[in-house]
């Protein structure tokens, strides 16, 4: 089990922040705070965060990025938007911070605004069982937006030079790499996630534009032996964690 942050009644504090997620679905969990730290950050302009929950990479790319980013984020669940935008009230960059309750898929086609930078941590659960809340449904089964419409979506968001940074199961990337190509996104960077020294890995961490390029390839391993992390995942993650690992 990995302790992602100080766990206190329904909030999960970081050390420029806390989430709030007691109205939202899917929790904070480790897949959201590793894109938070990796996915790319533009120098100015705007970034989107797709099926944003309780806000947490939003507020993740907030603390990362300068003062001429704008953090737009969307999220269908009105729960998750109540505690999304009360995170984002309470945080330091309010102010660079947008909340929008919407589908995805209505989101894409009635805005104009192209955004240098997209993060998602999409609904995976494609070969699995479907989860039994409803909510969980929506939140993370491809029945509710499928990778297909994602990357759809995307492309039609996505600036010329932008980038799109996703994490997916590592038995979902030959699907996900096919969509992006049929999509016209071409793969610029990846990492591929494994939990401990001598697993395979469970998720991959990937950057997509529309420019083709050489692409950048790595691995992280999260613990080099159980409770000891390694120091990739300790240099990742340290502006974000209050607890010391070591």
Known sequence: MIEIAYFCSMSFRFKQFFVEDGRTAMKVGTDGVLLGAWGGIPSNGRLLDVGCGSGLIALMSAQRSSENVIVDAVEIDKGAVNDAKDNFDVSPWRNRLNIYCDDFRTFATSSSIKYEAILSNPPYFCNSLLPEKSGRIIARHTASLGYDELFC??????????????????????????????????????TYVISRAGCRPKRILSEWGGVASDCIMGKLEIEKSPGIYSDEYISLVKDFYIKPFL
């Open 153 to 190: 979506c995307v492309a039609r968001l996505l600036s010329p030079t932008g980038k799109f940074s996703m994490i997916t199961p590592a038995d979902c990337y030959n699907d996900v790499s096919r969509i992006a190509l049929d999509n016209s996104l071409y793969l610029t960077r990846s």
